[in-house]
């Protein structure tokens, strides 16, 4: 069993910066494709960015490639979401999530992602 909790979250004027991190319990998550996603009120959870195993290959969703950065530090068992240049249309609740499936294609089904957080909210003013 994989435990992921999420951090970093908070209330941000426009523009600003956060940075959201993902910590997993035991050292499975280094093995697999890790995701963030997102999901705003009345809307359906969507992708943000996908990371494979070592951090060599990631993915983004067009509406914030550019502006947000993935990463993860394995040693630390920890996935990171970077996130610049916010907007109002960012807000929304973050969630981490594992691919226990794949190691190194990224996928943007949320029914690929076998493990999630239990989210933190994002909420920027404008």
């Known amino acids: 069993q994989v435990q992921l909790i999420e951090s970093g979250g908070g209330l941000v004027q426009a523009g600003v910066s956060l940075r959201l991190s993902c910590a997993a319990s035991?050292?499975?998550?280094?093995?697999?494709?890790m995701g963030w996603f997102r999901q705003a009120p009345g809307k359906e959870r969507e992708f943000v960015a996908g990371?494979?195993?070592?951090?060599?290959?990631?993915n983004y969703a067009d509406s914030v490639k550019g502006r947000f950065t993935i990463s993860r530090d394995n040693a630390k068992n920890t996935v990171y979401l970077q996130m610049n240049s916010l907007k109002p249309e960012d807000t929304a609740v973050y969630y981490c999530?594992?691919?226990?499936?794949?190691?190194?294609?990224?996928?943007?089904?949320?029914?690929?992602?076998?493990?999630w957080g239990q989210g933190t909210q994002v909420t920027v003013s404008s």
């Open positions: 999530a594992l691919d226990r499936s794949r190691t190194s294609t990224i996928v943007v089904a949320t029914y690929e992602y076998e493990y």
């Open positions: 990371i494979s195993w070592n951090g060599a290959s990631t």
């Open positions: 035991g050292r499975t998550s280094r093995s697999y494709v």
